[in-house]
Structures are given as structure tokens and as C-alpha cells.
């Protein structure tokens, strides 16, 4: 595991990133920085990249060309050493489009899987601190609740809830507004305008404009697997 250059302010940094599955090019020669406290919306079509590009950023998907570093984490092309994950396990949190909660456990459960299982936290302050972050998105009330009786806004927090509970400085959100109606995504867009206060820096896969322009910080356009355009906002 190498420990990436801290220099900037980048807090993941993507250099010459490249992923091919037979002849498609599914990530094509990205270069991309992402700054402590941004908020950057990943905009293109269906097919374009954005969801590998999270991916890949999370460990989830092996690159063949390029590195990517996270936060001092650094992962290079191939399949990711253990120890690399481990220690990646730390810096990211990801929260999947539709939500991907375990339809057996309740909300508080799910949030309190990986401290108790992966971070070895007793049951007791595991608890605490999930009851904590559920109540910091509003959900609180709905802890007890299995993933099938939750509205598609309140499984958007208990998954984001989940995410956070290992306190990692990266959130990655795929489509986070595919299940909300207009009201709930301006909701969601106060949650996570107030992450970045609290310090987080979030990447978000949308096909939301609107979404997009109220929360971002900078808006990155892919297609076909490469960076077609870049805009910040002032």
C-alpha cells in the first residue's frame, strides 16, 4: 500500500484511469481531482462511465491502466491488495442507487453492520452511534423499521446513515434521486450540502440537473467513458 502526495488539496485523485471489457472502453484515460469539501456531480447518459467511475473509486471495480488515489490510499491497476481495501474501507463510503439494504435486518441493524463486524466497536457503541446518525438524517424514529417498510426517501437515508457510520471523508452516491419525489430531493440536497459542512467530500452519479446545479460545487460530463466537460460553480 503507498501513501498518495497530499500536496493539494485533492482529496482523490484520478491519473490516466482506464478500464476496457473485451473492445469497449468502459473508462477511457481520466484524469480527475476532487478537492476536500467539493461536492461534484457526475453527469452523461446511460452507459457513459459514471457508475464504473464510482466504482473504481471504491475498490469495487479493477482498472487496467492508471491509479487512483483516495485520501492517501492508493489504488493502481489490477485487483486491489487486501490490506489496500482494508485500508480503503476507512476513506470511502458508497451508497448504492437503489439503497441495497439487508431486507432482514432493521434500519438501526443495517447501520451497525460494518462498525460491530469490520471495526470490531462493542454492540453497545455501535448502537449508539447508529441511533446517532439516524437521528443527525432525520430517521431516527423509523430505527426499528425493516428496508420493506421504509418510503424510498427514508431508505435513502438509512443507506446514506449506513455509509457514514465508518466516518469516512468520501461519500459516493449513484443516482441518489432516482426514487424521490421533487420535495424529497430538495431534502436530500440539504443533507448533503450539510455533510460537506460537517467535512465530507461527496462524487454523485445523477441524470438530475436540476439536482446537480443546486448541489454541486462542480459538475463533470462523461461520455463514452472519458471527461467531456467540466464546469465549477461560483
Keep these: 500500500m503507498e501513501t498518495a502526495d497530499r500536496v493539494t488539496g485533492a482529496v482523490v485523485r484520478l491519473h490516466d484511469v482506464h478500464?476496457?471489457?473485451?473492445?469497449?472502453?468502459?473508462?477511457?484515460t481520466i484524469f480527475l481531482e476532487v478537492d476536500r469539501g467539493d461536492i461534484v456531480a457526475l453527469m452523461g447518459a446511460s452507459g457513459s462511465g459514471k457508475t464504473t467511475l464510482l466504482r473504481a473509486?471504491?475498490?469495487?471495480?479493477a482498472f487496467?491502466?492508471?491509479?487512483?488515489?483516495?485520501?492517501?490510499?492508493?489504488?493502481?491497476?489490477?485487483?486491489?491488495?487486501?490490506?489496500?481495501?482494508?485500508?480503503l474501507r476507512a476513506k470511502v463510503g458508497m451508497v448504492f442507487q437503489f439503497h441495497c439494504l439487508f431486507e432482514h435486518l432493521t434500519a438501526i441493524e443495517n447501520v451497525g453492520l460494518a462498525p460491530v463486524h469490520v471495526h470490531r466497536r462493542s454492540a453497545a457503541d455501535a448502537h449508539a452511534a447508529s441511533l446517532d446518525l439516524l437521528g443527525q438524517l432525520g430517521v431516527a424514529h423509523r430505527a426499528r423499521a425493516l428496508p420493506r417498510e421504509l418510503?424510498?426517501?427514508?431508505?435513502?437515508?438509512?443507506?446514506i446513515a449506513r455509509a457514514l457510520a465508518i466516518d469516512p471523508p468520501v461519500l459516493l452516491m449513484d443516482e441518489p434521486t432516482a426514487s424521490l419525489d421533487p420535495e424529497r430531493r430538495m431534502e436530500l440536497a440539504v443533507i448533503l450540502k450539510?455533510?460537506?459542512?460537517?467535512?465530507?467530500?461527496?462524487?454523485?452519479?445523477?441524470?438530475?440537473?436540476?439536482?446537480?446545479?443546486?448541489?454541486?460545487?462542480?459538475?463533470?460530463r462523461m461520455r463514452d467513458g472519458a471527461v467531456s466537460g467540466v464546469s465549477d460553480k461560483t
Design 57 to 61: 473509486v471504491a475498490g469495487l471495480e
Design 64 to 87: 487496467d491502466r492508471g491509479s487512483i488515489d483516495i485520501d492517501g490510499v492508493r489504488l493502481d491497476a489490477g485487483r486491489p491488495a487486501p490490506g489496500t481495501l482494508r485500508a
Design 151 to 159: 418510503s424510498g426517501g427514508e431508505a435513502q437515508r438509512v443507506a
Design 194 to 220: 450539510d455533510l460537506v459542512r460537517r467535512g465530507r467530500t461527496l462524487i454523485v452519479a445523477t441524470h438530475d440537473e436540476d439536482f446537480a446545479q443546486t448541489v454541486a460545487s462542480r459538475v463533470i
Design 19 to 28: 478500464l476496457r471489457r473485451g473492445v469497449r472502453v468502459i473508462l477511457d
